[in-house]
């Protein structure tokens, strides 16, 4: 069991940031060189960073030593999105930091993970208690941690609340999406595999005329939400919902790290080997590109770093299109991309 501490929590955006910004900028001791320090199953990693406004609503960090690398995006809806963001990437990059360098069993390697992203809304949670103008402020999560068993076990352990995304590409070219959103659709499909198989069509539409307008889900009460009718996307009280009406809601979170409630942290392991790429995203990068265009990106010869702006680059230059039933990807959002490739 993973033992919570006692930490003070920091009151300013400012502070925040310069915090996780030096921790994930550590280097190797003198002794190396000053040479990056990598775990094992790390090859390479890039990242990819693009804001729509000021203050920047996503937050990244990473410990490539330890196999470890986070994507944020705080709530843009609410006051305090920025500074959940980068308290969830501080949080949980603190509680992987202070370990001894051997790799932990793979039992409590999911055991920390979980509890270093419930500390991190603890921490958003003391921090919204502390500054009112804050209280409603939240941010998604997703974290990659890339272990190696002492038998040679290779895993990637994702943990994730929200809809940012952890993916894997094969070493055939295919793309696997492997966490699943908390969207709106996860009100109300218990089934992993259907609600997968959901995400993963809505991920590959570019109109809504490839999406059904046959009611799937029947409310209790007439609900307030953004849907399709008529060939517009409004918002209206309806009582049942479409595929057509869930990507119209695609950007509903039905739960994040807040203080608002307890997130449960979903986890996600995928077996891995040499020459697999690992992928983390925020909605602004999976939101605009489609699953088949990230594929073919990811599949083109290049070092991770390229590979991670080549995926953010073509998500802002989609973001800027304009909208329209048969364009229905575009979003202006912010963008951040994390690349991995295994050893």
Request: aromatic letters at 4%; hydrophobic letters at 40%; charged letters at 25%.
């Amino acid at each position: 069991m993973v033992e919570r501490r006692p930490r003070r929590v920091t009151e300013t955006y400012q502070r925040v940031r310069e915090i996780f910004i030096a921790r994930v900028r550590k280097k190797a001791s003198a002794e190396s060189g000053g040479a990056e320090v990598l775990h094992p199953l790390v090859g390479e990693h890039g990242t990819f960073v693009h804001a729509k406004n000021e203050p920047i609503q996503d937050a990244g960090a990473e410990l490539p030593s330890r196999g470890l690398f986070i994507v944020a995006d705080g709530v843009s809806s609410d006051e305090g999105g920025d500074v959940a963001a980068a308290l969830a990437c501080e949080t949980i990059v603190s509680h992987w930091d202070t370990l001894p360098n051997e790799e932990l069993s793979l039992e409590n390697t999911i055991e920390l993970m979980k509890s270093s992203i419930m500390d991190a809304r603890d921490a958003i949670a003391e921090a919204a208690q502390q500054d009112p103008s804050k209280a409603t402020m939240a941010t998604t999560i997703v974290v990659a941690k890339l272990w190696q068993g002492s038998l040679g076990r290779k895993k990637v352990i994702f943990g994730s609340v929200g809809d940012s995304r952890g993916a894997i590409l094969r070493r055939d070219g295919k793309l696997e999406q492997v966490t699943i959103d908390d969207d709106l659709a996860s009100n109300f499909i218990a089934d992993k595999k259907r609600l997968g198989a959901l995400q993963a069509k809505m991920s590959n539409v570019t109109s809504y005329d490839q999406l059904s307008d046959q009611p799937m889900i029947q409310l209790a009460k007439p609900t307030q939400l953004n849907v399709y009718r008529n060939g517009i996307v409004q918002n209206d009280a309806v009582t049942e919902l479409t595929e057509q009406d869930l990507f119209a809601s695609r950007n509903y979170i039905r739960i994040s790290l807040s203080a608002a409630r307890l997130p449960e942290v979903n986890i996600e392991m995928r077996n891995i080997s040499s020459g697999n790429t690992v992928v983390l995203s925020t909605d602004g990068e999976t939101d605009n590109n489609r699953h088949n265009e990230r594929q073919r990106i990811l599949s083109t010869p290049a070092s991770a770093q390229q590979k991670a702006q080549s995926l953010g680059e073509a998500a802002v230059l989609k973001s800027q299109e304009e909208k329209s039933p048969d364009n229905i990807r575009p979003k202006f959002d912010d963008t951040l991309v994390k690349v991995i490739t295994v050893a």
